[in-house]
């Protein structure tokens, strides 16, 4: 059994608080070429997929964690979906939490299903990102 | 959030196409913070057994959502977005880069929330599976 599988249901402590500002709304919209005006300004709000930087923080834990031998360069990303409770702002201060859902293992491959919940620093939740990451460990035969 | 009227079942989103070069992928992993450097190198695409470079699935996902949002016009009323990343998008180190079209259409309407099926064509290659915002309507 690997470690990760032993590990479904765990969440990592929260990650350092980041601060959302409406200069990196501004970088991360025009990285998308989108030039939506709600993403520019004092009181922008960041694109939906942005949330995704915030919780590529929280993947940290899987990879930094030596017990579960995990590498991000033997990752794919797999699928990504995102529920919103509201559109993260400048101004926001949030933590992102990393839970593991759910750990499928075939041979030398995992479909490892991690959810990340990002609230503000006052625990107003904002938004569940939930990926399927699927990991490739080196053949050891 | 004003109402978004006239919203059915078939109602059908107008598409965008967007040419994504090797400036389009360094911006990304810059703003992006996701500096896996089979985005920027062929050396290390090529490691993994890819031609060329491909583009960040969170590009092309976000890429993706500008039917939706272009469409409502407020980021704000996106409720959910998933997708499956269901191919890469190979982006060459030439001036053309790849070109990306994307559609949309309405495929439920329930409790005034559009659910957005979207298409994500790279040549002829769907490149993302599954891709569905939900909207909402008031």
Redesign the interface.
Known sequence: MRAIEERTGFSFPPTAPYSVTAG?IR??A?????A?P??AGEDA?A???FA??LA?DAWDGLFTDPELDLQ??RT?????????A??LRAGDVVTATLTIEKVRVRGNTAFITVSVALATVAGEHLCTATSTLLHTWEDES | MSELAGVEVGTELPPIT?TLTRA?LV??A?????F?PIHYSDHFARALGLETCIAH???T???A??VV??WCG???R????????AKPVPVPDDAEGASVTFAGRVTKVSDAVATVTIDALCGEEKVLA?ATAEVALA
């Open positions: 990196k970088e991360f025009a990285a998308l070429g989108d939506n709600r993403f709000v694109p939906p997929t995704a930087v590529a991000l360069k794919i990303h797999y699928d990504q979906k995102f529920a919103y509201r559109p | 967007v389009s911006r990304y810059g703003a992006s913070g996701d896996n699935g969170m590009l996902m976000g890429t959502l500008r949002t272009d407020d980021p704000a996106v409720l959910s977005y998933g997708v499956r990343f599954a």
